[in-house]
């Protein structure tokens, strides 16, 4: 696999992080410190899983939406492939 396909995954995903990384600074201390008055030790853990979920389900969004991207016969799919029309004119 060529980097060239990687790449809109890997911005879609350093967008994602860029917004994710402030609002966990923002939420997650609070978040922690409500679910240990309510829950104890269990609250923290299912508190840091729950964020553990957030970013894994924004990586395998940004890796869907990033392959969908690449593999595009359109002209942005094109760019990224640094085809120019010749997939359809079978001059490969």
Known sequence: MRLRVLVPGAFLFSAVLLTIRPLS?????????????????????????????????????????????????GRLGQFVRATHGDEESGNN
């Open 25 to 73: 600074s923002a939420w997650l201390p609070h978040a922690l410190a409500v679910s240990a008055e309510r829950y104890g030790s269990i609250g923290v853990a299912f508190t840091y899983l729950t964020w553990l979920y957030v970013i894994s389900l924004s990586f395998l969004t940004c890796a869907v939406v990033g392959n969908a991207i690449a593999t595009d016969r």
